[in-house]
């Protein structure tokens, strides 16, 4: 099966622009979840979806961070307008259940500048 | 709030010896506890898991060994080969969940021929 694919693999903004990061979950795979890692530190959670409902949201940083799921399927995270402490590597994961291991995309590097 | 502690940051073994990074965990309502590998450039995988109803678990040369009284928790790689080299992470559970993690910082671990 097709693993879950993130798209950009990197991208390089200035400061005040606006990116929007892209996930495919695995097909089936109800549960879609956001992670970012920034400046080498912990992974940290950012949000859950099952299918296009946002089931928690607890670790957004901010109203700059808005996440969509249209129609259940692909994800996006848009970041407007993004600051200097945005800069990390944004991971998407996807689980066929709530308590089913997590499938991890490849990771969008972001850069701000 | 909760953390996660990895030890060591960094681990340099000899091919063919035992590695082993360990974890403590401060949410005494965790009771699961994933290891992730990340490849350089890679995708985080899921290497092993193990449950608060469990003290070991073991998957060919691959270990896990958990203390819930002491909150602490061990991977154990055995006969290590270079493609053991990469960043391990290991995470615990918030409260029950599946997929609110909290994660160590990492550990990179180089494999020397």
């Known amino acids: 099966e097709a693993g879950v694919t993130q798209f950009p693999s990197h991208s390089v903004i200035e400061k005040g622009q606006t990116v929007t990061l892209r996930c495919d979950p695995i097909?089936?795979?109800?549960?879609l979840y956001w992670y970012r890692r920034v400046m080498g530190k912990e992974i940290k959670f950012l949000l859950h979806?099952?299918?296009?409902?946002?089931?928690?949201e607890s670790g957004m940083p901010n109203n700059r961070f808005l996440a969509e799921r249209t129609g259940g399927t692909y994800s996006t995270l848009k970041v407007q307008p993004a600051e200097l402490e945005d800069s990390g590597v944004y991971f998407c994961?996807?689980?066929?259940?709530?308590?089913?291991?997590?499938?991890f995309g490849n990771g969008t590097r972001l850069t701000v500048t | 709030g909760e953390n996660v502690e990895q030890h060591p940051s960094t681990l340099s073994v000899q091919e063919g010896d035992s590695a082993v990074i360990k974890c403590t965990y401060s949410?005494?309502?965790?009771?699961?506890f994933p290891w992730y590998k990340q490849e350089l450039g890679k995708r985080p995988q899921l290497i092993i898991d193990?449950?608060?109803n469990v003290g070991e678990k073991k998957d060919q040369r691959i270990a896990v060994t958990l203390n819930k009284t002491a909150k602490h928790f061990s991977l154990h790689i055995t006969e290590t080969q270079p493609e053991d080299s990469a960043v391990y992470f290991c995470?615990?559970?918030?409260?029950?969940?599946?997929?609110?993690?909290?994660w160590g910082a990492g550990t990179k671990l180089i494999i020397k021929p």
């Open positions: 193990i449950r608060s």
């Open positions: 949410d005494s309502a965790s009771n699961y």
């Open positions: 097909s089936g795979h109800d549960n």
């Open positions: 995470a615990a559970s918030e409260g029950g969940s599946n997929y609110q993690l909290i």
């Open positions: 994961a996807s689980s066929l259940l709530g308590n089913s291991p997590l499938h």
């Open positions: 979806f099952v299918k296009e409902s946002k089931q928690d």
